[in-house]
């Protein structure tokens, strides 16, 4: 009984979560109600509210199950060559081309700021712990130019229906990495 239980629970959560990703991409989170969400998942309102607060509530937990799931993607991986480096930034690619509706959704023009905020933070602290092996301000501000490059890149080939593999943007973004440092180098 409690397995069935859980089941329907897991179904119920998706089937919202996936109804709130559905509206955010025709408007911001702002404009969508309780009432549209329900009616896009054709579950009761009663049984929204027994999972989530608000439609703000329900955002925000599928950001924080996307970034909790980043960082726990992002910690099985050792880089300690360029090489490692450049497989990491393409498994990572392939993590976000798997859930490219909801990371699009998630990065567009409707959505909040602080998701690609946060995003940018968790990034840029990889790249200091394990690409830019100076501490300085200027490397500071050199990995908050690089990751906002590579965002934009990330973002674009989204929009672009993810054309290029994963490998072949990993490899793009490395070289403009590698341009951007070795300017910075010498």
Not at 82 to 110: G, S
Not at 121 to 132: G, S, Y
Not at 137 to 158: P, R, T
Request: aromatic share 8%; with cysteine.
């Amino acid at each position: 009984m409690t397995a069935k239980l859980d089941r329907r629970k897991k179904y119920t959560r998706m089937v919202l979560k996936d109804s709130l990703i559905n509206l955010l991409q025709h408007k911001p989170i702002s404009a969508i109600t309780v009432k549209e969400i329900c009616v896009k998942a054709d579950i009761n309102r009663s049984t929204f509210y027994t999972h989530y607060q608000d439609q703000t509530d329900l955002l925000m937990q599928i950001e924080e199950e996307l970034v909790e799931d980043l960082h726990r993607y992002l910690d099985a991986f050792s880089v300690e060559s360029e090489d490692d480096a450049l497989k990491t930034l393409e498994k990572l690619l392939e993590y976000i081309k798997e859930r490219k509706n909801m990371c699009q959704t998630l990065l567009n023009k409707h959505s909040d700021t602080k998701f690609e905020n946060r995003i940018i933070i968790i990034a840029r602290q990889f790249v200091m712990d394990h690409k830019i092996n100076m501490r300085s301000e200027e490397a500071a501000y050199l990995s908050s130019f690089l990751i906002s490059g590579a965002m934009q890149v990330i973002k674009d080939w989204l929009a672009n229906n993810t054309k290029q593999t994963p490998k072949q943007i990993a490899e793009m973004i490395d070289m403009f990495v590698h341009k951007g440092v070795n300017a910075y180098l010498h």
